[in-house]
């Protein structure tokens, strides 16, 4: 009998450089590479279920949560199904570009907003380059391959909000990193660090 036919998944092996996976024996950004919960399991009664999100906070201070990444993009998650219990269908984090920085090349099948905080920047979507700056949004459309990019002399900072946990949920599951960001610094700008007081 096959694994299949017990009611098990088919046995796989892990998937290989090119599918969110560094070279062999590179370990790139634990962003991409640490399990994460997508989707919480809703468990209990009614009563309990809906007293326990009345009890949830509303007011994330953002400078609770620590930057990730470096040494040209940074990012932090807010707000996910595994950070807070009131966040089951949405995602939203915080990017920051260093000054001349560029961020991974990926793509993925939820669209996704950026709310330009400060800075001023462009995406690369499929190929194609919109610019931006403070308070401007820029939509990601489905499944685009895309890329940001700060293109001043200050940091660029995003705010970035998609209902990433719904298609996962959805076993609409693909996602791809293409080129993670460089592990170099940009050259005059090898000390910079992200901000504190955000």
Not at 6 to 18: D, F, I, S, V
């Amino acid at each position: 009998m096959t694994d299949r036919s017990q009611g098990k998944p088919p046995a796989t092996k892990p998937p290989g450089p090119g599918h969110n996976r560094p070279e062999e024996g590179e370990v790139v950004w634990e962003f991409w590479q640490k399990k994460r919960t997508f989707v919480r399991a809703l468990e209990g009664t009614y009563g309990e279920l809906y007293q326990s999100l009345y009890a949830q906070p509303r007011v994330m201070p953002t400078t609770d949560f620590a930057w990730k990444g470096g040494p040209q993009f940074w990012a932090k998650t807010v707000i996910n199904p595994g950070s807070v219990s009131i966040g089951q269908s949405i995602e939203c984090h915080i990017n920051l570009l260093a000054p001349g920085a560029i961020s991974q090349k990926h793509g993925h099948m939820n669209s996704a907003v950026l709310y330009i905080l400060n800075g001023r920047g462009a995406d690369i979507h499929d190929r194609v380059e919109h610019s931006y700056q403070a308070g401007d949004a820029c939509i990601i459309e489905n499944a685009c391959v895309h890329q940001h990019r700060n293109t001043g002399d200050e940091q660029q900072v995003a705010l970035v909000m998609k209902a990433k946990p719904l298609f996962l949920f959805m076993h609409m599951l693909f996602q791809k990193i293409v080129d993670y960001p460089p592990a170099t610094p940009v050259p005059g700008a090898e000390d910079y660090r992200p901000p504190d007081d955000l």
